[in-house]
């Protein structure tokens, strides 16, 4: 809650202070949408991400391409590349399609696109506090949206259903809270998801494993593995984006379509853009106050300042 100035000189103060520059900070929900794969520590795979990556850790990989679908850099603060790396990149056979690359550690990377490889620290620790904040500010909307469900009866037909939003802050935002054993098995067939809205569903459990064949794709759909401190994905595809910041991830499934995030990810399936969706920042932005309030607090400072000059 914001707080009155109840002294005009308290008002000076606000008046006289000078602005000072910070750099960009991180923002979760802006890396969720430009990245395609993040891994807060380490990142071992021996296949492709198709999007941009950002890698906490070391980047240990053979034969991989990144950002072969030509997606514009991800950012990361200040950081602009599709290939971020904050540790070291282990291999030498690395190869960036479209985009710059921005390493904190050493290694060696092929850059196809011609674009450049800039030297420098990585805010990682920033980072991965702002992925944990978000997955448990995700987890405290615990309150099943109206009409959103998920029918498990026949478990080679899995269906969820989004309804009509309408939770939080977004009018477009849709919750389902579910057991991560729905995901465990059988096949998800059907996603039906109304048209606008995202779909949050957030999973409790902390070692699951999900063993299916996920047919039904949708790139507004995240699904938030808030405990999880392990994540085995196998047997087939996977049609969401997965937000699990505690969890140390295995991908040998056929493929990713979405957006993957983990604590550390082994993986030697393809992950392929991505999460298109709308969520909620786990803190309410700054709201700027309007000009004429800036004013007039800086009307009542002036005069607080004259008043004062004056009784000395």
């Known amino acids: 809650m914001f707080r009155i100035f109840r002294s005009v000189t308290a008002a000076a103060v606000l008046a006289a202070a000078p602005v000072a520059s910070q750099a960009a900070s991180v923002d979760a929900l802006e890396m969720l949408a430009t990245f395609n794969s993040i891994a807060l520590g380490d990142y071992q795979t021996s296949s492709h991400t198709e999007g941009p990556a950002y890698v906490g850790g070391d980047f240990i990989s053979g034969a991989t391409d990144v950002n072969g679908d030509g997606s514009p850099n991800g950012r990361v603060g200040d950081i602009e590349a599709a290939l971020v790396v904050g540790g070291d990149v282990v291999g030498s056979n690395t190869k ?93 067939s059907q996603f039906s998801i109304d048209p606008g809205v995202t779909l949050l569903i957030n999973a409790s459990g902390t070692n699951v494993t999900l063993s299916g064949n996920f047919n039904a794709i949708s790139d507004h759909v995240i699904v938030n593995f808030f405990e999880a401190t392990t994540l085995a994905l196998s047997n087939g595809n996977f049609g969401f984006s997965i937000l699990a910041p505690l969890a140390d991830i295995s991908n040998v499934a056929s493929g990713i379509y979405g957006t993957m995030v983990g604590k550390s990810i082994t993986s030697s399936a393809e992950i392929r853009r991505g999460f298109n969706g709308e969520l909620p920042p786990s803190s309410p932005p700054p709201v700027p106050l309007p000009a004429g309030l800036v004013l007039l607090l800086s009307g009542l400072g002036a005069f607080g300042v004259a008043r004062a000059r004056k009784a000395a």
């Open 96 to 188: 960036i399609q479209n985009g710059d690359v921005y390493l904190g550690g050493s290694g060696s990377v092929i850059n196809n696109s011609g674009g450049t490889i800039t030297y420098g620290s990585v805010p990682v620790a920033d980072v991965t506090a702002a992925f944990q904040s978000l997955s448990a500010h995700l987890a405290s909307y615990d309150t099943d949206t109206p009409g959103a469900s998920a029918d498990a009866s026949d478990i080679n037909q899995k269906k969820i259903v989004s309804g009509a939003g309408g939770s939080g802050l977004l009018s477009n935002f849709a919750v389902l809270n579910l057991d991560a054993s729905f995901f465990d098995g059988g096949s998800l």
